[in-house]
């Protein structure tokens, strides 16, 4: 019975969702051309159809799921819909299709991946795979707006790094499970502070220079960044020793520095982030930020209105400064809600996390939610000139289809671990009330 009452619930919510959708299209569509058709309401009908079939496809494989990730997720995708409609029509047709073959892959992950002991069992050749995926815009990528982050396979092109920040915490979720004690067993003091034997700092220098040579060859603060983040929360979560989190914090940073010394663009990107204004870049390399900025600042309290602002004007709109479109036109509570719906999303992951019985699913949930907490926090930073400006997408809300194909992964992958933890704790009950 409890099972169908979260299974209403999330149908509950994405009828919300649906009725809000449909009247975010139509203002764009009064806005665009003073009127609407039948033909301009099958774009919101197609991806409402798409997420009530993912609600049935949940309701009957894992019926006991967490009943809001999935909605949360939607509503993120939907408000990504209706922005990218609005600048380029063309574009969304192209988001509708990768929108379909991400839900594709997620219903897959519920079909086919309901025993993670297998992923565990191949950490190894997982966490190789994950480091080719990133080696290899680093010898075969291309560059966009600076940053060497694409494969050319054909007529398609892809970031393999949405590929391998998955893979990367699925490798560190088996590693950490196996190793954790060691890495929380401190044998020395420094400085009065009780710390672990230096060769147990071995993954941390490790991972250090993984991102430093990212930020090097790929010219991409923001994914080093991403990266380095995910790997210092599940250290964190595998050993709850905060040297960790302050070594970490101090060799990023030390890096960071270093790179800054040693190459133009990462002097540029600090430089746009400090004075943005300066009248000899404005035009130029602060572009970008500059007119972000603008467009926050215009929407105010309760936006433009759909349809009626120009977030045109700002370079890479429906990639990396979707979430200042949004401000223009949505305004300070459209942008406030977006954060709403990240917040809610990462506390029901960590509460999955906290139900997991076993050491590799509660560090695969945290490190999943991790990734998703710290890629929103870089580039809504970035955006609002919070922290330097980096290339990298909004989760389920930007323009395309390598990141919004990782996400839903990640999402399925969430809902297969929610289902895990509930079913366990049924038959623990049962068990329980038999003895």
Wanted: charged share 10%; proline share 3%; aromatic share 12%.
């Amino acid at each position: 019975m409890r099972k169908i009452k979260e299974r209403n619930r999330e149908l509950a919510l994405l009828i919300v969702l649906a009725t809000l959708q449909f009247v975010g299209f139509i203002s764009v569509e009064m806005a665009k051309s003073g009127g609407i058709s039948a033909s301009s309401l099958l774009y919101p009908a197609g991806i409402s159809g798409i997420f009530f079939v993912i609600h049935f496809a949940i309701r009957f494989l894992t019926p006991r799921a967490d009943p809001v990730l999935f909605p949360v997720a939607a509503g993120l995708t939907g408000i990504g819909a209706i922005m990218i409609y609005r600048l380029d029509s063309g574009l969304a047709l192209e988001q509708l299709t990768w929108l379909t073959v991400a839900c594709a892959a997620l219903v897959l992950v519920l079909l086919f991946l309901r025993s993670f002991e297998v992923l565990s069992r191949y950490k190894y050749t997982i966490g190789v795979l994950a480091l080719v995926l990133l080696a290899s815009t680093m010898v075969f990528g291309y560059e966009v707006n600076g940053a060497r982050l694409w494969l050319q396979i054909g007529p398609m092109s892809f970031q393999p790094s949405e590929i391998a920040k998955l893979l990367l915490v699925v490798f560190l979720a088996a590693f950490f499970a196996e190793r954790y004690e060691l890495l929380s067993i401190a044998t020395h003091r420094v400085a009065g502070i009780p710390v672990p034997e230096l060769k147990y700092f071995i993954p941390l220098l490790a991972m250090w220079g993984i991102t430093v040579l990212m930020m090097i060859y790929q010219r991409d603060l923001g994914s080093s960044l991403l990266f380095f983040g995910i790997f210092i929360s599940m250290l964190y979560a595998a050993t709850s020793r905060k040297i960790y989190v302050f070594v970490g914090i101090g060799l990023f940073i030390l890096g960071a520095y270093l790179c800054y010394l040693g190459f133009s663009h990462v002097q540029i990107r600090v430089m746009t982030w400090l004075h943005p204004f300066n009248p000899a870049t404005i035009q130029s390399e602060s572009y970008q930020i500059t007119q972000s900025l603008f467009a926050l600042s215009s929407g105010g309290l309760s936006g433009s209105g759909l349809g009626l602002g120009y977030p045109t004007f700002i370079p890479s709109v429906t990639t990396d400064f979707i979430f200042s479109a949004i401000g223009e036109e949505l305004g300070l509570l459209g942008a406030v809600s977006i954060v709403i719906l990240y917040v809610l999303f990462v506390g029901r992951g960590v509460k999955v996390a906290l139900l997991q019985t076993d050491d590799f699913s509660k560090l695969l949930a945290v490190g999943l939610v991790s990734i998703v907490a710290i890629q929103s926090f870089i580039i809504m930073g970035g955006v609002t000139r919070l922290i330097p400006l980096t290339g990298i997408t909004l989760p389920f809300v930007s323009y395309g289809g390598s990141s919004l194909l990782a996400n839903f992964v990640l999402l399925g992958l969430l809902l297969v671990l929610s289902q895990k933890s509930a079913s366990t704790n049924v038959m623990s009950l049962r068990e329980g009330a038999r003895h």
